[in-house]
């Protein structure tokens, strides 16, 4: 069931989920979301770039939505320790009536706009990942999703719920081919009291995928969660990242990391939002850009009424590495409390810095071997930061490094 | 020339920014020999550590400078560092992400041209931040990044101690450091100090000299060396300041 884009009127109508969710026949709470989504789908707009500022740089109508069509796709592969007792990894057409999938949609609603209307109305390839209070997982769950239909409106939806005490890492990883396609992928991740989740996504979509992908976490008391997602790949990559610190004494850190090449348009919106007192959050988004590629950095720090106490860091760092490359960094932080521990931010764009350069080479490092240092180091921290086990950072640092060479290649 | 001359700048001059600050500038370094070269602010002492090192912002618009008897002028920075000159920089760059143990490791290798087996490379560095008294998870901090003062002297030292230069600079290596730091480094100078080796200390005050005694003092004053003696013209300089010296100079 391929079919080019924008040839077509578009198949995204409420009849046509309805009809998706028959013949996917969804259980109770899926099917609740679906309705819900099928009837706010030509009700609900789509964000406007002049009225939602983090649309400012990536008009929706970009993504063409209209002209793919749902198409019942590829399940998820996992490769998760299921042995472990206390951890789950279900479909949500597996998960039943009772039990942590009631809390789906908690995190990102279905009604906040036409895309997340059209996310939920097409719902599929939902996962369900849940740790019982105290468990410790010792592994990364791993996640792969890839999707091959060209013409295809893919809507992965990954649930995080983790229980009280637990510690959960996972790895979710999305591919594509290198037809057109969209993908509008949902993360949500309840984390509970006390609990720590580490969560890192791979973007490798393919050359002609447009993406819009949202993430939220909501942290109960003392809990924390920690989020990496690096882009390598995908025509057009647009993330809004959000972590709502609703628990006192929880924290967030949210790392970004992307190496853009040829025309890719990459595209972060954070939102570090301190409801409770004594939270606190960390976040570092890096891109290296080069060929015609361009970056944008919206990120909101908020510390609303109550967030006394809050301390909140918020750092974007781009790299050119051509001179076609381009980026765009605009940190806000909104502050309602006069009582904040640390609120800073730091934003900056800007070819490799000669005096770094003179330095390194006088050292012994030719120009083109300081060049390729300070680029990996820039890349590095972010990875640092995240504290990932050992077999992940390589994975990652390989990812990187091929994608690096490709941009040589071009340049 | 010279033969016996490690480093041998003749009427050197360079600009900044489409201004010439060097005016002329004399001086040879023999192996074994410290110099120190003092002068008030603004008469060309960063200028002098940046050209000898190759820094693009500088412009060399006339004269020589020959190390073991190659010219220098036109030499990218690396291959000068590989040809064995050594710049501690005033104000060292912060390299986020990339620690000093693995910036080291590329510099040795590169300097050295070979690959230092990683074992090998791991002893001297620890026996090197013993004599420098670092810490040794000073090695796994990004380069430079968040160091005070003191730590950011002492880094550039410990990269000194592991290139093993033949001619080392090294530019106001005092200035920030408070009286046991600036001892600890000095100290450690000393030993790195051999007779195959130059040394040319930049400094505004004398207090670094009190800790590594040089043989020749050189006052740099607009962009030229106005005067040359011993050890004692450096007290002179403490005592009298550079007034003295510049008054003497422009009504010469």
Known sequence: MSVAPSTVASALTPKASRALGDALNDVPTVSAHRTQAAEALNKSAMPSPSHDRPWKYVDPAALELDGFVPSLGTNPSTDNPTTIEGLSVTPFEEAGREGALGRLGKAVAVNSNRISALHYAFLQNGLLVETKPNTEVPEPVRLTREFNTAGALVTPHTLIVAGDNSRLSIIEEYRSCDEPLAALPVVELLVGPGAVVHYTSLHHWGTKTRVFSEQRAITERDSAVRSLSLVTGGLLVKSHIASSLEGRGSSSELYGLSVGASDEHIDFYTLQDHIAEDTRSDLLFKSALGDRSRAVYYGVTKVGLEGRRSDANQENRNLLLSRSAKADSDPVLEILTNDVARVSHGATAGPVDEEELFYIQSRGLTREGAVELLVRGFLGEPLDRSALVESVRQELNAVIEAKLQALGAEA | ?252
Do not use: C, W
């Open chain 2, 1 to 252: 020339m010279n033969e016996a001359s490690l480093l041998e700048i003749n009427a050197l001059h360079a600009d900044v920014a489409g201004k010439e600050i060097l005016k002329g500038l004399d001086l040879a370094v023999r192996p074994g020999e410290v110099h120190a070269i003092m002068g008030p602010n603004g008469s060309g002492k960063s200028t002098l550590a940046n050209t000898l090192m190759g820094n693009p912002r500088y412009a060399v618009t006339g004269g020589e400078i020959r190390f073991l008897g190659d010219e220098l002028i036109g030499m990218a920075p690396d291959e000068r560092a590989r040809r064995g000159l050594f710049l501690a920089f005033q104000y060292p760059v912060a390299v986020p992400g990339v620690t000093v143990v693995n910036f080291l490791r590329q510099a040795v290798n590169a300097v050295r041209g070979e690959e230092v087996p990683v074992r090998e490379f791991r002893e001297e560095l620890f026996a090197k931040m013993e004599l420098l008294k670092v810490d040794r998870d000073f090695a796994r901090r990004y380069l430079n990044d968040g160091f005070s003062g003191g730590e950011k002297k002492r880094a550039e030292m410990l990269q000194l101690a592991m290139l093993q230069p033949s001619m080392a600079v090294l530019d106001e290596t005092d200035s920030g450091l408070d009286i046991d730091a600036l001892r600890t480094v000095a100290d450690g100078v000393n030993a790195l100090m051999n007779q195959d080796m130059g040394l040319l200390l930049i400094t505004h005050y004398q207090r670094l000299l009190n800790y590594i005694k040089p043989q020749f003092v050189h006052v740099l004053i607009d962009g030229r060396i106005v005067r040359s003696g011993g050890p004692d013209l450096a007290e002179e300089l403490e005592a009298n300041g550079y007034d003295s010296i510049e008054t003497a100079v422009s009504s010469a």
